[in-house]
């Protein structure tokens, strides 16, 4: 069965430059959300759209900014990279009307 | 603001024993969700509790929600060391919304 798809898989940047993550939902799911977890965390909800329009944020830096677009793919852009960014992402998709997310392999984001 | 606790967070266990992690939490929901996750890497579904009373079982766990306590347990019997791993329960308030995850048990299963 097709699942949630991210890339990269593994990203190092320097401080102060900007990474893109991408999250290719599962096919037919109208639903798309991301997560942070740092290390030893739990994960935390950043922001997450329906049909192609942002339905609920959480707490994302003014920095990092979503958006969905018409495949439904959706694209997590982070500005200004701090260290304290460091962290898995992971994108989650659902379908409006069943509601579980089932979550990608994550991209795991290195600020040095 | 929904808060989600877990205990324990940290629980070493011999092979063959039997435990039982809690997940209670502050609003009222009848939706939650238990992963596992292995370090560094996705969180895997391993139940989906729906309603009052929900219990379901696969394998060694068994995972059941009573929303009138706002509690959810998740049972491990007789633990074997694949088990070892992180597991997370999960909550949302209802209709595509973000989930609360608790702080997470780290399970050690030794021989």
């Known amino acids: 069965a097709a699942g949630v798809i991210q890339s990269p898989r593994h990203l190092i940047k320097e401080k102060r430059e900007t990474a893109t993550l991408k999250c290719y939902p599962i096919?037919?799911?109208?639903?798309v959300y991301w997560y942070q977890q740092g290390p030893g965390q739990d994960p935390q909800f950043l922001i997450s759209?329906?049909?192609?329009?942002?339905?609920d944020k959480g707490s994302i830096p003014d920095r990092f900014s979503a958006q969905q677009f018409s495949d439904y793919h959706s694209e997590l852009n982070m500005s200004s990279l701090e260290l304290g960014d460091s962290a898995l992402y992971f994108c989650?998709?659902?379908?409006?009307?069943?509601?579980?997310?089932?979550f990608g392999p994550g991209t795991r984001l290195t600020v040095l | 603001e929904l808060k989600v606790e877990q205990n324990p967070l940290f629980l070493s266990m011999q092979e063959g024993k039997n435990y039982t992690i809690y997940c209670n939490y502050s609003?009222?929901?009848?939706?939650l969700y238990w992963y596992r996750q292995d370090p560094g890497k996705s969180l895997e579904s391993l139940f989906v509790?729906?309603?009052?009373?929900a219990v379901k079982q696969e394998g060694r766990l068994m995972a059941s929600l009573d929303t009138k306590a706002r509690l959810s347990t998740l049972h491990i019997t007789a633990a074997v060391h694949d088990l070892s791993a992180t597991y997370f329960c999960?909550?949302?308030?209802?209709?595509?919304?973000?989930?609360?995850f608790g702080k997470g048990t780290k399970l050690t299963v030794n021989p």
């Open positions: 989650a998709s659902s379908v409006l009307s069943r509601n579980e997310q089932f």
């Open positions: 096919p037919r799911h109208d639903t």
């Open positions: 759209f329906y049909e192609k329009m942002q339905s």
């Open positions: 609003t009222t929901s009848d939706r």
């Open positions: 509790l729906l309603s009052n009373g």
């Open positions: 999960a909550v949302d308030l209802g209709g595509s919304e973000k989930l609360v």
